[in-house]
Nanobody
């Protein structure tokens, strides 16, 4: 059984940085596309970033492009999301998700993912 656990969330001020981490048990991240999504209060869950099965391709939502970076550490079996220049509108619960199918490309829809973590809260406020 695949289990994902996010960590690294917290309360920061606008302009600050934060690094989220997603750890997997039951399977490696290598070979499977993994993404980050977020859900703000009263809003639908939305795509943030994705890294493909090999780590050679990434994708970002327009709202975070240039500020967020997704990466993977195969040795630690973790996927991270480095978030810089945070804005109040980045406030949300952030979720890590990975696919059950190997290889493929980059995926942006919630329905493309099979395993989800419980989420970590990120609050950006002065």
């Amino acid at each position: 059984q695949v289990r994902l656990v996010e960590s690294g969330g917290g309360l920061v001020q606008p302009g600050d940085s934060l690094r989220l981490s997603c750890a997997a048990s039951g399977r490696t991240f290598y070979g499977y596309a993994t993404g980050w999504f977020r859900q703000a209060p009263g809003k639908e869950r939305e795509f943030v970033a994705v890294i493909n099965w090999s780590g050679g391709s990434t994708g970002y939502a327009d709202s975070v492009k240039g500020r967020f970076t997704i990466s993977r550490d195969n040795a630690k079996n973790t996927v991270s999301l480095q978030m810089n220049s945070l804005k109040p509108e980045d406030t949300a619960v952030y979720y890590c998700a990975t696919r059950a199918s190997r290889l493929g490309g980059t995926y942006f829809r919630i329905s493309d993912y099979d395993y989800w973590g419980q989420g970590t809260q990120v609050t950006v406020s002065s």
